[in-house]
């Protein structure tokens, strides 16, 4: 495809988006199936284009005076790509492809410097979001969310199941792969140019022998909060697709006994492979889907790492489309599921253990307030500094335990955003529950 064609594409599909509300990859998954002529970098020009147009929508709308599809692309490629003019307006009056010639007013916009911060439209999230932000950042709020509309980098997790860090950051020297000097086992591979695919690295031999997993570096550092946990007996309560859960058994080095749970029998697929790859050998998966229940875990963990469900917020750098498709009304199920899944995970906990209750948001709502319900039914758990297991793990280094100390909130649990630490945001918070032969 030329580039009149590409361009012509991307507004086709956030027209699309913003007719369905539907998750963007869902849209130009329809696209490409009626688009048989668009080859493999030509869907990752057009996904990065619609990606980039996305994390900036209201900027981009304020800085072309036009809200509309047409303007969101060509803004996007004008301040953000930093196509030169001509060759968008080249491009836009190619026939038949182009969507049509340049306007005088889009040459004016395309042409002005990008305007100052505006209060009512510089916010590149839902307008009814604000209170949320600046509850929890302050006036600031909009400068430190200019974070979430950058692109995210490709992090991974080095595996010491399978191999030695330095022998599989060793491996990934080909494809750019760099150590993370915050966690021991952390590597990255930088973000590429919008227009390009990123690093293939499910097709690479490191990953195929398991040595490393791809995994965002703030995931990481929650699935360190859960300390020293060798020899121990752990329940990864909201496993998912397991990324978690294979962190927590190379913490363990495969010793104790590890379960891994989710409600959503479908989640849990995928874990069988990715734990058979990453040589895990203490690992119990309890789906729903084949009966098992965890009735029998009762009061007997010394560890529930709880990722609970939320609105995904602190992934906004790589799913962008995710913050204008989130409501109010969605908000709130998922803070009463949040409720709920704390209220289930407390009970498996054993006396004088502990939970880790993380989020990848940074909605006050969805964390503080979720503690605050959760402690004031439970007064048998108490919060304590998250940052204390992460320097008992073994993983978090000096370096990361100073970059950390920024993050961490009041009352001890810590929350990351791409501003402070580079990677995605999330929560993560420390409780343990009182021992039974405590006094009082």
């Known amino acids: 495809m030329k580039t009149a064609g590409r361009i012509s594409a991307a507004i086709e599909i956030i027209a699309e988006f913003e007719r369905r509300r539907a998750p963007l990859k869902t849209i130009i998954a329809d696209w490409a199936r009626g688009a048989r002529y668009a080859g493999a970098r030509d869907r990752a020009w057009i996904s990065g284009l619609c990606l980039d147009v996305l994390r900036r929508r209201r900027s981009i709308a304020r800085q072309m005076g036009d809200d509309s599809p047409r303007a969101a692309v060509l803004g996007a490629l004008g301040t953000m790509w930093g196509m030169a003019i001509e060759d968008i307006a080249i491009a836009a009056d190619e026939a038949p492809h182009g969507p049509g010639a340049l306007t005088p007013i889009e040459k004016e916009k395309l042409l002005a410097p990008p305007g100052a911060a505006d209060e009512q439209f510089c916010g590149d999230y839902p307008e009814w979001m604000a209170p949320h932000m600046e509850r929890v950042f302050g006036a600031d709020h909009r400068a430190q969310l200019a974070a979430f509309a950058t692109r995210a980098d490709i992090d991974l997790r080095l595996n010491t199941l399978r191999a030695a860090p330095e022998k599989s950051l060793s491996a990934l020297g080909r494809i750019k792969g760099e150590a993370i000097p915050i966690l021991a086992t ?195 758990f108490k919060q304590v500094p998250a940052l204390d297991p992460m320097a008992a793990s073994g993983m978090l280094t000096e370096t990361g335990r100073a970059a950390l100390a920024p993050c961490v909130t009041p009352d001890g649990a810590i929350r990351l955003t791409p501003d402070k630490i580079r990677a995605d945001g999330f929560f993560i918070a420390a409780l343990q529950l009182a021992n039974a032969n405590a006094e009082g």
């Open 186 to 380: 952390a590597a990255r591979i930088a973000a590429p140019p919008a227009s390009e695919k990123g690093a293939a690295i499910t097709v690479i031999p490191a990953f195929n022998k398991g040595w490393v997993e791809v995994q965002d570096l703030g995931s990481q550092i929650a699935a360190a909060a859960a300390g020293d946990i060798k020899g121990r007996q752990v329940l990864d309560y909201c496993a998912g697709g397991g990324g978690k859960t294979l962190a927590l058994s190379a913490m363990m080095e495969n010793t104790g006994q590890l379960y891994a749970y989710d409600k959503d029998a479908r989640r849990l697929k995928p874990l069988f492979a990715r734990a058979k790859r990453a040589g895990v050998r203490n690992l119990q998966i309890r789906s729903p889907a084949g009966g098992e229940g965890l009735d029998d875990l009762n009061g007997k963990m010394d560890l529930v790492f709880v990722d609970a469900p939320c609105s995904g917020a602190g992934t906004w750098r790589r799913h962008p489309d995710a913050k204008w498709r989130l409501t109010a009304q969605q908000l709130e199920r998922r803070m009463k599921e949040q409720d709920n899944v704390l209220r289930e995970a407390a009970g498996f906990v054993k006396p004088g253990g502990r939970m880790i209750y993380v989020t990848c948001s940074f909605l006050g709502e969805e964390n503080e307030d979720r503690l605050t319900a959760f402690l004031t039914e439970r007064p048998d």
